[in-house]
């Protein structure tokens, strides 16, 4: 819950993107002339089905930037622990499961 942080959780920003892309879905299935037969037709099955991508494809842009910063987040920890191990976690001595887990050979 966001009560004491002045941004929402990662949860609650997932459901609302998640909400505002079918309450449009709801929306634009009201107000438009579509209708679905009981024997479903091909017709209204290629309707369905575009529909159905449009959604998806809309909620994947959007969901896109609700985890951008915790993408940012991996890519940073990946280069500060490839270049410098044992940096992200303030210690510059090797623990005793850096020595039995060595670090890839990787070029800084």
Known sequence: MWVL????????????????????VFAVLVLSP???SAPV???ELIVLFAAITITLFVNMLLLERVFA??????RLMRASTRCNPGSAFGSSTPTRTSRRWPMPSTRC
Do not use: E, H, K
Request: include cysteine; proline fraction near 6%; charged fraction near 10%.
């Open 41 to 43: 037709v091909v017709s």
């Open 69 to 74: 910063p915790l993408d940012a987040l991996g």
């Open 34 to 36: 579509a209708t679905i």
């Open 5 to 24: 942080s002045s941004r929402p959780s990662l949860a609650w920003r997932v459901f609302l993107t998640n909400s505002a892309v079918l309450v449009c």
